[in-house]
């Protein structure tokens, strides 16, 4: 099985602040067509898991601007460029490469 | 709109059996691959099993592999987790979530989940 790592465990944030996620897999995560099969969610308190990014970079319907995926091969960084409020929660990674899909162990990410 | 709901979660003891439904609408349910995620309490999201669209092809987490079987039925749009033999350590929110035809295939639409309690 692929094994995510994130880091950190906790991050706490100032709004209007930059935040980054780092996450990395037990191995690559580049498929044949030259993709990365890595994904990124957030579950907001009381909430179930909403997409953010899909193939590594590439923001799912809907998600501000100010979220943006990098990274390649077995090391990828979410970062947001100005924490609002409204991005507490937990994210996670998610390799769609092989089954079994396995996740990152979350980054909870609160306002200091 | 997508929409996923989940229900049939509750309360059963060691070695029960369970039947989680998920119902879908918004969305052509029948061209999609399908999925189950659970969450322990205060835990993690972790992968149980996966059906392609006609259901003649699925997928499971050794966890689970020979006790819960996962199918659908597309004429009623409905997903289902067949979970025998339980165990406490099966506790969780159980997800469905749709795998989106696009890109690396990522869970685009998720349900708000339907809880499994196994305790005596």
């Known amino acids: 099985d692929i094994v995510m790592t994130q880091s950190p465990l906790s991050l706490p944030v100032t709004p209007g602040e930059p935040a980054s996620i780092s996450c990395r897999s037990s191995?690559?995560?580049?498929?044949?067509?030259?993709?990365?099969?890595l994904d990124w969610y957030l579950q907001k308190p009381g909430q179930s898991p909403q997409l953010l990014i899909y193939?590594?970079?590439s923001r799912a319907s809907g998600v501000p601007d100010r979220f943006s995926g990098s990274g390649s091969g077995t090391d990828f960084t979410l970062r947001i460029s100005r924490v609002e409020a409204e991005d507490v929660g937990v994210y996670y990674c998610m390799q769609t490469l092989q089954t079994p899909l396995t996740f990152g162990g979350g980054t909870k990410v609160e306002v200091k | 709109e997508v929409q996923l709901v989940e229900s049939g979660g509750g309360l059963v003891q060691p070695g029960g059996s369970l039947r989680l439904s998920c119902a879908a609408s918004g969305f052509t349910f029948s061209n999609y691959w399908m999925h189950w995620v659970r969450q322990a309490p205060g835990k993690g999201l972790v992968w149980v099993s996966r059906?392609?669209?006609?259901?003649?092809?699925?997928s499971y987490a050794d966890s689970v592999r020979g006790r819960f079987t996962i199918s659908r039925d597309n004429a009623k749009n409905t997903l289902y987790m067949q979970m025998n033999s339980l165990r406490a350590e099966d506790t969780a929110v159980f997800y469905c979530a749709r795998e989106g035809d696009y890109g690396d295939f990522p869970l685009d639409f998720w349900g708000r989940g339907t809880l499994v309690t196994v305790s005596s």
């Open positions: 193939l590594g970079s």
């Open positions: 191995q690559s995560l580049l498929h044949t067509n030259r993709y990365n099969y």
């Open positions: 059906i392609n669209s006609d259901g003649s092809s699925t």
